[in-house]
């Protein structure tokens, strides 16, 4: 969807709404509206039928369909956006019963969104994945012309050989290239992390739009781009940032979630998403102005509980509270969730409080540590300073005092070690 055309494309939004699922449907289609928004095309109408399930062929049931194709007709429609993702099997029967119009489900529109925000290698690599991935078990003759991005000597196929075999076959070859080719960025990325292990690694984690581009700005300085879009961020931006003479932090900001997020995205941002499994602390930012915020944090909850993050490494932040006229909405989610913070990053209310909590947890992981040691042991000293912060070294006799702030684990680390 994302092309040089002039004209922005027209969509007709569909959903099915199963028993007792209609509120929930109709926040879906409205998100739905917003991602179809972010690609460039404009909603002309909606569709929603409420069905026992989802039909096994159609999605819809055939009368709706028909419904659908006239009403497309009707409104002038380029392209018809299903809210859920269709089957192999479903899109091949709708494109057939109404050919006239583009099908495309949420999973396809969320990675063209992807695919028109990336902009660094690490993420073109993962979504271009992702993409091929997804567009595997779909495949049709029209993706004949990744033959000319993989090569065509030693790829040809045999006089017998049908086509659609072939484009498997080159999509397969594709997909295994990607993959070593993210696995090298996953080795650079994995040392960049290692480099930083020394200090207090805060990683920025929530919903798309969540607003923490903006808090992420506000701690370290304008940097990361604030647009009022969908998956604006998908790289990992990480800052160092001075809390005070004594407290420092990196802090990175990660990839927002949605419903729906394709498993194929999630499976290719793994290497991204390593930083929230790695990090020291999560802060959870919600926007509390949303009215689904609790739908919001059960979503996070969802795509995290594949990584390994104990409950304790998390601060729940509730951040727009400037956005709420009502001022009980911020008191019932105080009562509901007594120990988060709430803040508006945009302009910086409660900031200092949330700072507060970060220092604390820094000081419950890390103490500042005592060190006498030899001049010649020249290991110990080099693993204080790739491990700690020395804060102070000076010889006291024939030895040399290093008072160095330590993680907890990294301090029982070097004390095996050295036989301290």
């Known amino acids: 969807m994302h092309t040089n055309k002039k004209k922005a494309e027209r969509a007709i939004l569909c959903a099915v709404s199963l028993p007792g699922k209609i509120e929930q449907t109709e926040h879906s289609i409205e998100e739905l509206a917003q991602l179809a928004k972010t690609a460039g095309a404009v909603v002309v109408d909606t569709v929603i039928q409420s069905r026992e399930r989802v039909h096994s062929l159609y999605y819809l049931g055939t009368g709706k369909l028909n419904t659908l194709q006239l009403l497309a007709e009707e409104q002038e429609a380029d392209v018809i956006i299903f809210d859920d993702e269709l089957s192999p099997s479903q899109q091949k029967h709708i494109e057939e019963a109404i050919p006239e119009y583009k099908i495309i489900d949420r999973s396809a529109l969320i990675l063209d969104i992807f695919t028109l925000h990336a902009k660094t290698r690490e993420a073109k690599t993962q979504v271009m994945l992702a993409e091929a991935e997804y567009l595997l078990p779909r495949l049709t003759r029209q993706w004949t012309h990744l033959e000319r991005q993989t090569g065509g000597i030693g790829m040809r196929g045999g006089p017998g050989e049908m086509q659609i075999e072939i484009d498997r076959r080159l999509l397969r070859d594709r997909i295994k290239k990607l ?3 993210l696995e090298k960025i996953s080795v650079q990325l994995e040392t960049k992390r290692k480099s930083r292990s020394k200090r207090f690694n805060v990683a920025l984690v929530g919903y798309t739009n969540a607003g923490k581009s903006t808090l992420m700005n506000y701690l370290a300085g304008p940097s990361v781009a604030v647009e009022d ?8 931006t990480v800052r160092r940032v001075q809390l005070d003479k ?7 900001d990660t990839i927002g979630f949605i419903q729906k997020l394709p498993h194929q995205l999630v499976a290719s941002f793994r290497s991204t998403l390593k930083e929230v499994e790695t990090a020291d602390l999560l802060l959870k930012v919600i926007d509390i102005a949303d009215e ?8 996070i909850d969802e795509v995290l509980k594949d990584f390994d993050i104990q409950e304790k490494r998390f601060i729940i932040v509730f951040n727009k509270t400037d956005a709420l006229e009502n001022s009980e909405n911020i008191k019932y989610v105080k009562r509901s969730f007594p120990d988060a913070f709430c803040i508006s990053a945009e302009r910086g209310i409660g900031i200092d409080k949330l700072v507060d909590a970060i220092r604390k947890r820094i000081d419950e992981s890390a103490y500042v540590h005592s060190f006498y ?16 912060e020395v804060l102070e070294s000076r010889f006291v006799d024939d030895m040399i005092l290093f008072k160095v702030f330590l993680d907890v684990s990294i301090y029982e680390g070097l004390k095996k070690k050295h036989n301290l």
């Open 373 to 388: 040691v030899q001049p010649h042991e020249g290991k110990l000293i080099a693993d204080l300073h790739r491990f700690g």
């Open 179 to 181: 993959k070593q080719d």
């Open 229 to 236: 879009q969908l998956f604006k961020t998908l790289d990992t």
């Open 246 to 252: 004594t407290h420092t932090i990196y802090l990175s």
């Open 292 to 299: 689904n915020f609790r739908e919001h944090m059960d979503t």
